[in-house]
Structure formats: C-alpha cells, structure tokens
DNA sequence: CGTGCAGTTGAGCAAATTCAACGCTTGTGG
DNA sequence: CCACAAGCGTTGAATTTGCTCAACTGCACG
C-alpha cells in the first residue's frame, strides 16, 4: 500500500465554478495556432473544471493560475497525472470521454475552444490536425517523462520536480508553488509527510531555501541535478 | 534507491541483427490502415531494433515474436516503457529522434514501414493523419495506465500486470511470457526478487499456477482483479 | 477566540530492497 | 559425452526506505 491522498469525497470546495461572461470576441476566428482564441473562463480554487468521464467538450489553454489533472484508484487513491501552468494547454485526450479529471489548484482562467470547432477544422485543414497531433505527442513524452520520475526514490523525486517546475516557470532559480504539499505528493507518488522532510532536508543541506513553505529558491541546481537521478 | 537493473553496457548479445530479405512486393500500396504493409525484418532474441536519441527511420508492427521498448537512466537504472507483441504498433513518436530504445526479447520478426512515406501519405490523405494520431493517443493513454501502475503496492502491480498479459493474449486464462523477470521488473519498478517473491505467494495462495517460470494459469481472475486495485 | 487547513516533525512499523546463496537448465568446449 | 560456466529464477536474512499514526505549530477566516 504506497498510498497517496485518500479522496474524501465531500472535500471542502467552493459551491461551484463560476463562469465569467467573457470576452463577446471573434469567436469565429478560432484558430489552432499558437494563439488559440476562444471564451475565457474562471474557476475558483479547488472548482472542477470537468471529470473523468464526462464527454469531452472543450479544449483548455491556462492564462492565469493553475490546474491539476489527476485520476482515482476504486480505493481513493489519488495519481495527479499533470500540473498546468498559465500557456499550457490541456484536455487533449482521443476518445469521446475525459480519462482525467482536472481542477483549478487556485483561483484561475483559462481559455476554452469547442472541441467541434477544433475537429470541424482539422479535418479541412491539416496544418491544424498536424498541431494537434503534435500538442498529443507532447503530452505522451510528458507522460513518459513522468513515469521515469515514478521509479526514483523519493529525494530523486522531489529534486526532479523542483528541477522541473524552474524550468517551467519565469525565474529559473526562485519558485511560487501554486499547489499544497498533498498535490505535490499525489503527482510525485510519495506521502505528505515524506515530500515535507526531503525538503526540509535539502533545506538543511543547503541545497534549497524556503522562505515560504509555496516560495522555494534554488541555491544550487548543480547539487539538484546531481540528487535528481 | 529503488533500483532496478543496472544496465551492463557490454551484454551478451547476438552480433547483429539479421534483416531478412524481404517479399519483393507491392511496397507501392502502402496502407495505414489496419493491415499496414512493409518489409518484412527478423531480430534475433537481445538484439537492437533501435536506440534512444537515434533518428527516427520506420514504424514497426509486430509479426511475431514480442518487443520491449525503454530507457536507461544515467546511473544505470531501466524502466521499460511497453512490451510490444504481434499485432501491436511501435515507435510513434512525434519528433526526429526516438525517445526510447527497442530490442527483441525473443526472435522476432517485423514489419517496417519507412516514417518518410507515411509522412507523405499522411500530409495528402486526411485519414491516414487520423489514423496516426489516434494509434499516437493509444500510446498515451497505455502510458497513463502504466503511470497509475507504478503508484500501488507490489502485489497490484504484479496482479494487474498479469491481467493486462492476460487481456492481450489468445487464451484468456493461460499466459505465457516471453521476458525475463528482470524484464517484468523494470515494466512494474521493482526488484526481480520482490517479482519472483509475489509470484510465488500467489500461486501459493492458489491464485495462480506457475508450471513453468514463463507459463501462468490464472486460477481466479477475480482475486486477482480484487488485488490489483 | 475557536475552528479548520496546511505543513512539519517524531516514533514505530511494514514493505520492498540489498546481499547472498543455491538449484535448474542450457550451451559450450575439452 | 561429460564437465563446467553462464543465465535465469527462487529463497532466506538483514537492512533500509518510506509509510502510518500521532502530536504539534502557524495561519487564515469567521
């Protein structure tokens, strides 16, 4: 029993998501490209944005906060599968129904397209079907990439992820974690408790501070690295 | 450290793989759909069908025989990322370069079909761009189950890896694994012993029957249902 | 001011790993 | 044809890692 966050089904969350009225915009000049247009949302924190599932509807794009994708074992074990991050686009699964469930990790807005439209497009224009094919591929290599993560050892883990979330965010050495130390383990397959003392450990070694316990800053990536494999 | 094998660089292996001088045929009427045609190639058991970081040439369907493809960490460590046997699809990755390396686990022969082609045909034909993308969103979603794999306890991953050879192979209740379980380890992120270790107690426990060491009868599938979750 | 959530820390425990030895089978060379 | 080495698999004992359970702190919110 590795276990991980047990859900409890009525979790403390806000009584729903709001959708804000957004943008009246050209919605009809939706394009696949880099700046994907559409109609922005707002989640609050901790809001579902859909769940596993459910028909798939619409493509996301993150601008502001940050959302978690994860799934549940029949027992409540929880497996976050992915973190994303204001530019990150997600909800790119083949299939008719969302193999995730995905959560805004913090009051946040994303921008959706109608999963329609998208495949409406990319059957008439291939420079659109090749983008999306693409956006998947990238998701798979994330997947892989993840699942190397799931065979180190726990301080392996956590340097791998402090490593990845700086290379993912704006300054390379400073980090504002958007997620609870409960999200961080349930992506990094390991307890609370032991992603807490690996941190505090490199904390001790010298090798990270936390001023805050959402605020890390890397002294040095080179001991990082070295922990990270 | 939650070691898996540690790769000898130098291991016994057969010289070369063998490409058997394949039907002359109708290499013209390449099809993407489910009877793919190609050359037809033959890799002896251990031997190298491509690396990692190595740029990609051709698709590969199984024939017969079985795959494994995987990643070696610096320190040595391999996970495997998928086994791959006849009828399956292998190295669809998006990019120039594989990601990961495949080897026969036993005489094997595939099919190959060069990426160049499919590409082309891929650009004019909006069927066969689907078709890639959905056998790419089928990779995925292999990898996220082998994801939720690697968060459970011994004995689930050993009882839903069982399952999942079970479900791929003609007899529903008979398997016979053609890897190692050093192989088995490295798909589950475990030790060979801790394998050998679960095998054993669920024959014990009359779960299962192992007449030989590759040969496994699943006595009650829904214990082992009920223990792989 | 009390309640609840997030995070940390400690002690004991269980699970899986490490290290080591051994049996079986297979292939090879004398 | 036999002896021997090598690879594969199993088993046992000791050790380690990370988990469980529990207590405690700080902080935010009503």
Do not use: W
Not at 77 to 106: K, M, N, T
Not at 117 to 124: G, I, N, P, Q
Not at 165 to 177: I, K, P, V
Request: net charge positive; proline share 3%.
């Amino acid at each position: 029993m590795v276990s991980q966050t047990v859900i409890r089904r009525n979790r403390s969350r806000p009584p729903a998501a709001y959708v804000a009225r957004s943008a009246p915009t050209n919605s009809h000049s939706i394009r696949a490209s880099n700046n994907l247009m559409g109609a922005k949302m707002s989640f609050a924190r901790n809001a579902e944005i859909y769940s596993e599932n459910e028909p798939i509807e619409y493509l996301y794009r993150v601008i502001s906060g940050a959302v978690r994708a994860y799934k549940v074992l029949n027992d409540g074990r929880r497996q976050i599968g992915a973190f994303y991050l204001p530019g990150d686009i997600f909800a790119l699964e083949v299939g008719d129904e969302h193999l995730f469930s995905a959560e805004a990790i913090v009051d946040s807005e994303v921008l959706v397209v109608k999963r329609s439209v998208l495949v409406a497009l990319a059957a008439r224009d291939i420079k659109v079907a090749g983008h999306l094919c693409m956006l998947t591929a990238e998701e798979l290599q994330r997947a892989h990439d993840h699942l190397l993560l799931l065979i180190k050892a726990a301080q392996e883990r956590v340097a791998s992820f402090l490593l990845e979330m700086a290379a993912r965010s704006a300054s390379a050495n400073e980090l504002h974690l958007p997620m609870t130390r409960q999200d961080v383990a349930d992506y990094l397959g390991l307890t609370i408790e032991t992603v807490s003392r690996t941190l505090t450990q490199l904390q001790k070694s010298g090798t990270i501070k936390i001023p805050t316990s959402r605020h890390i800053i890397l002294r040095s990536r080179a001991t990082l690295s070295r922990l990270s494999a």
